[in-house]
C-alpha cells in the first residue's frame, strides 16, 4: 500500500463509512478500513479491502434475491 498521496501530503490508517457500487447495487458498509491523506482528502482502499467488500455485496445480493 502506499504511504504517500501523489499530492506529497501523509497517508493515514483509518475507518471509514464507504458506499460500493457491486452488481448494480449499491451496499454501504460500516469501518472500511482506508488511508486517508491528510493534507488532501484523498481516500485509498487496498486490492485486498475492495476485494472483501466484492465478497460481502456478493453474499448480500444473493440473500436479497432469495433462497433456492
Ligand atoms: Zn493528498
Same mark, same amino acid.
Given at each position: 500500500? /502506499?504511504?504517500?498521496? %501523489?499530492?506529497? $501530503?501523509?497517508?493515514? /490508517?483509518?475507518?471509514? +463509512?464507504? +458506499?460500493?457500487?457491486? =452488481?448494480?447495487?449499491?451496499? #454501504?458498509? %460500516?469501518?472500511?478500513?482506508? %488511508?486517508?491523506? =491528510? /493534507?488532501? $482528502? *484523498?481516500? #485509498? #482502499?487496498?486490492? *485486498?479491502?475492495?476485494?472483501?467488500? @466484492?465478497?460481502?455485496? @456478493?453474499?448480500?445480493?444473493?440473500?436479497?434475491? $432469495? /433462497?433456492?
Amino acid at each position: 500500500m /502506499k504511504i504517500e498521496c %501523489e499530492c506529497g $501530503g501523509t497517508l493515514h /490508517k483509518v475507518n471509514v +463509512r464507504k +458506499r460500493h457500487y457491486r =452488481g448494480g447495487s449499491f451496499f #454501504y458498509f %460500516e469501518r472500511v478500513e482506508a %488511508e486517508v491523506c =491528510g /493534507k488532501c $482528502g *484523498e481516500c #485509498y #482502499y487496498s486490492a *485486498e479491502t475492495l476485494h472483501q467488500l @466484492d465478497l460481502v455485496a @456478493d453474499a448480500q445480493q444473493a440473500t436479497r434475491v $432469495g /433462497k433456492s
